[in-house]
């Protein structure tokens, strides 16, 4: 029996979100068990940049549900995760999430391929944002094995599965989880599969998550999309060098030349006012 975890991050109950988890859970085609948990009931703090989980055998010092979080995702086959969108981006829970990452990294092996479909939720058609982009990197930077990921429209709740067409997708997008991972859509990187692109320079287009690159032309059906070097951010080995190598390379680097920053630093010390609430 499959054991999957559904991540909500939406604080509504029996919304979108939430519906649309178990309506892909319910898709895997085998026996499963699953269970939810609502990200914001969990206490998750920011990361205050301290380097401590950098520490051999240490953990992040921040006494939240971080580690409650990490074992259910560790001891799950597969995970589903759900977030509606919000000003023109996911829920700020996954983000808080997220940026927990350099304490999560320093336990990859455990995380690295576990199966993940990403579900997002917008209310108008056209004002998703960078959601679906948002929450595909963060859980490939968490080593997970993306298989789908969809934004669903739907403002009220229970709205998302209205039409027809929505539950087919919702149902391949379960069926998918462990399963084979869905080719790229159209305008996404073929690499991460963000829609979000830049360009430095005319007809030059990078991925601004993973990095891929791209030369970009007109031809006679349209733009034509030449991709070059794939983006590497996301593969295992570069995640482990920069979070377990470099990370704690720059820790020694800021030792090394605490003086010297020290006295740039200092210059700007008391030049300014903290507001605070009383």
């Given at each position: ?91 700020a829970i ?84 462990f399963s ?94 903290w507001l605070?609430?009383?």
């Open positions: 029996m499959k054991r999957i975890i559904g991540l909500v991050a939406s604080q509504r109950k029996i919304a979108n979100g939430e519906i649309l988890i178990k309506e892909a859970a319910a898709s895997i085609g085998e026996e499963y068990e699953l269970a939810l948990i609502r990200l914001p009931e969990l206490n998750l703090q920011p990361c205050k940049a301290c380097y401590a989980c950098l520490v051999p055998d240490q953990r992040c010092p921040l006494m939240d549900d971080l580690y409650f979080l990490y074992d259910k995702i560790k001891e799950a086959d597969g995970l589903i995760l759900s977030a509606p969108c919000y000003a023109l981006g996911p829920a996954t983000k808080l999430f997220g940026d927990r990452v350099i304490a999560l990294a320093q336990h990859i092996d455990e995380l690295w391929g576990k199966p993940c479909v990403i579900i997002g939720t917008t209310g108008i058609k056209g004002w998703e944002g960078y959601t679906l982009s948002a929450l595909i990197a963060n859980a490939r930077f968490l080593g997970f094995d993306v298989k789908d990921a969809h934004m669903f429209l739907g403002a009220l709740p229970g709205e998302a599965l209205v039409h027809e067409k929505s539950i087919e997708r919702i149902r391949a997008l379960g069926a998918s989880l084979e991972p869905r080719l790229p859509e159209a305008g996404q990187c073929p690499t991460c599969w963000s829609d979000i692109w830049k360009f430095p320079e005319p007809n030059h287009a990078v991925c601004p998550l993973c990095g891929q690159e791209a030369n970009v032309c007109s031809s006679e059906n349209g733009l034509q999309w030449n991709f070059a070097s794939a983006g590497k951010r996301f593969e295992k080995d570069a995640l482990t060098e920069h979070f377990q190598v470099w990370l704690k390379g720059q820790v020694r680097e800021f030792g090394n030349r605490r003086k010297e920053l020290s006295e740039i630093r200092n210059r700007y010390k008391g030049q300014s006012t605070k609430q009383d």
